[in-house]
């Protein structure tokens, strides 16, 4: 099939998988039932509807949430409008992280770097499992994240994590657990989400850093939903399938054409040899 039209594709997806596109599913009530400001002094707040929450980022502090449950094995959408204009050497996150001990921490990140006006947003993503990462992905978007609120998906189950942008899979970390392979699987996490500043590595290396002159920085967060496993030897219901072609098809188009990293093909990095899991199917 043809990838000119990217919403058919998406809609193709959803199908397969059971996820939802661009203005999918909905959540319900305010968004405030399901997230907290966590910190920021004031600089988090829920729109009067109750249904956006917003984070700002000045140069004193900058501010997060975080969900009021924890879970095991999840799947949870959110849409964002990320920082508009300027927004070099800032970062806005979603992210899954367990609460235990720093050194067997699990996590799963979302984290979109700022860049200059005009400049692509790249969409970092990793994953720890027993406190080690290193996993990092990276990709650009096929739309402008500022202009409109996009929706972005983690699907976290006992067979493998997903990354979705607007229902297309971009991502996929199978658990290889059975072959040596630390995958997280044990310890509830919580869903986290923050704009902070990180201009020594987050805009082009830390070349570029944040013009406080554009501050506030501003981004704005709606339509949260979770849906969590029944227990924790089962899936999140609807959301255990595997990905068939059509699904394939639609990562592989992602991938070609918006990922500009991947640990499992960068040699300067790993010269003695790529990490196990990069050749496992």
């Known amino acids: 099939m043809g990838f000119g039209s990217r919403e058919m594709a998406c809609a193709l997806v959803a199908l397969v998988l059971g996820l939802c596109c661009v203005g999918g599913a909905r959540a319900t009530g305010r968004i405030d039932e399901g997230l ?38 999840a799947r949870v959408d959110l849409q964002i409008k990320l920082v508009a204009n300027n927004s070099a050497g800032t970062v806005t996150t979603c992210y899954f992280m367990s609460e235990g001990e720093w050194d067997i921490h699990d996590e799963v990140d979302l984290e979109f770097l700022g860049n200059v006006t005009g400049q692509p947003y790249t969409l970092h993503t990793n994953v720890f499992a027993n406190g080690t990462g290193g996993k990092e992905q990276q990709f650009h978007l096929w739309f402008d994240p500022t202009t409109d609120f996009h929706t972005y998906s983690i699907v976290w189950t006992s067979q493998h ?64 939903t979770a849906t969590e496993a029944a227990s924790s030897s089962s899936s999140p219901a609807g959301y255990d399938q595997q990905m068939d072609a059509t699904a394939q098809q639609a990562m592989k188009w992602a991938r070609d054409n918006y990922m500009v990293y991947d640990y499992c093909a960068d040699s300067k990095r790993f010269p003695q040899g790529f990490p196990p899991e990069c050749s496992m199917p």
Do not use: C
């Open 161 to 224: 994590i997903l990354v979705l942008v607007d229902g297309t899979p971009i991502r996929e970390m199978k658990n290889h657990a059975d072959k040596g392979i630390a995958y997280p699987s044990s310890q509830r996490m919580r869903l986290y989400g923050s704009l902070w500043n990180a201009d020594d590595w987050a805009t082009q290396g830390g070349r570029v850093k944040t013009d406080w002159s554009q501050a506030p920085f501003v981004a704005r967060y709606r339509n949260f």
């Open 36 to 73: 907290e400001v966590m910190w920021g002094d004031g600089r988090g707040s829920v729109s009067p509807d109750g249904q956006v929450m917003a984070l700002s980022l000045d140069h004193t502090s900058g501010s997060g949430w975080r969900s009021k449950n924890t879970y095991l094995f």
